[in-house]
């Protein structure tokens, strides 16, 4: 049985910080490239970046500077730094494992569940 569970959604305001971390159970962890995707209110999910078992990165353009991912290979977890947060970054975070690096959500094979993000004005 695949999980993967995300944590360390929440209310914030505009310019803090957040992390955010997904667990991994049930795959090959080390193998799969890692990704985080968002969708906000009213928008198509979008690609916020991924991670190689590696450890190379890569992100989109409206999360570049600001956002990080990381992943501890020994612990089955990814995590998502997000700092200088701003009110368009609103929306249900959830993370995905695939095989290879893709900003494609439908080259991701497992999803978590997603948790909140709200940045207030």
């Known amino acids: 049985q695949v999980r993967l569970v995300e944590s360390g959604g929440g209310l914030v305001q505009t310019g803090d910080s957040l992390r955010l971390s997904c667990a991994a159970s049930?795959?090959?962890?080390?193998?799969?490239?890692m990704g985080w995707f968002r969708q906000a209110p009213g928008k198509e999910r979008g690609f916020v970046g991924s991670?190689?078992?590696?450890?190379?990165?890569y992100y989109g353009d409206s999360v570049k500077g600001r956002f990080t991912i990381s992943r501890d290979n020994g612990q089955n977890t990814v995590y998502l730094q997000m700092n200088n947060l701003k009110p368009e970054d609103t929306a249900v975070y959830y993370c995905?494992?695939?095989?290879?690096?893709?900003?494609?959500?439908?080259?991701?094979?497992?999803w978590g569940q997603g948790t909140q993000v709200t940045v207030s004005s």
């Open positions: 049930g795959l090959t962890f080390n193998s799969l490239v």
């Open positions: 991670i190689r078992w590696n450890g190379n990165t």
């Open positions: 995905a494992a695939g095989r290879a690096v893709s900003y494609r959500g439908s080259d991701y094979d497992y």
